[in-house]
């Protein structure tokens, strides 16, 4: 079923900069946007969370940096996320999918660990010998371009939260409800345009939804970066 027309949104920026907008109103009514306290981070999940990332960044005034997550997929059908690991976090795991399908979470470590060379891949292909941000004591906004299962993002909240921000934020443009309901204990507040009961799939919600590759990860990186005057990653 596609949604509505008017919850479609033209592109990840456009849909960025309409998050943007209610992210600087959250900020704003806790007293926490940058006019008041330090400059927010925004750390976008790659990759399509990355040119939504941009966008809110501009819009609230914040740092843009990224924060990499990966799915852990069932062994035969690698597509099919049941977990998740983030940077420098722990595995995160979808207890009820796991058990679905007959599995113990003990099945999944050689995924884990592929998982786990891929992170470190991308780590070096977006960062180069960069050290990821520090995030203790700031207002960290993590953005994606949609939640559905959530798991890569709540991996990604966990991980954060062990650097003790001082206010921890998921948006993104789209986000199942139920999974809505998952991530809140991860974070401290979900924004969000719409969060439908009936989620069927996020590219429903965009009018141009096309795959993002490596390339277009770093060259947005670069752009943003480059203004910020952080080093480029070599």
């Not at 470190?120 to 292909?125: I, L, V």
């Not at 309901?181 to 141009?208: K, N, Q, T, W």
Request: charged letters at 20%; proline letters at 7%.
């Amino acid at each position: 079923m596609w949604p509505p027309e008017h919850e479609r949104f033209a592109d990840r920026t456009a849909a960025g900069h309409r998050l943007g907008t209610a992210v600087a109103e959250h900020l704003r009514q806790i007293g926490m946007d940058a006019t008041r306290t330090h400059t927010p981070l925004v750390l976008a999940l790659p990759k399509g969370g990355v040119p939504v990332g941009v966008a809110v960044a501009e819009a609230i005034g914040a740092e843009f940096d990224l924060v990499i997550s990966r799915k852990i997929g069932l062994p035969w059908q690698s597509d099919h996320g049941v977990g998740a690991i983030a940077e420098n976090g722990p595995a995160v795991f979808d207890l009820c999918a796991v058990a679905a399908v007959g599995l113990r979470v003990g099945d999944l470590s050689p995924a884990v660990q592929r998982e786990r060379v891929e992170l470190r891949r991308r780590q070096e292909r977006y960062r180069g010998s960069r050290p990821a941000p520090d995030v203790t004591g700031r207002v960290v906004v993590i953005v994606d371009d949609g939640l559905a299962t959530g798991v890569t993002a709540r991996a990604a909240a966990r991980a954060l939260r062990a650097g003790k921000p001082a206010h921890l934020v998921f948006a993104a443009p789209v986000c199942a409800a139920e999974s809505v309901d998952l991530i809140a204990a991860d974070v401290d507040a979900v924004l969000d345009i719409y969060s439908p009961r009936e989620f069927h799939a996020l590219g429903l919600y965009y009018h141009e939804f096309a795959p993002l590759t490596d390339a277009h990860v770093q060259q947005m990186c670069s752009a943003v970066w480059d203004v910020q005057k952080v080093p480029t990653p070599v």
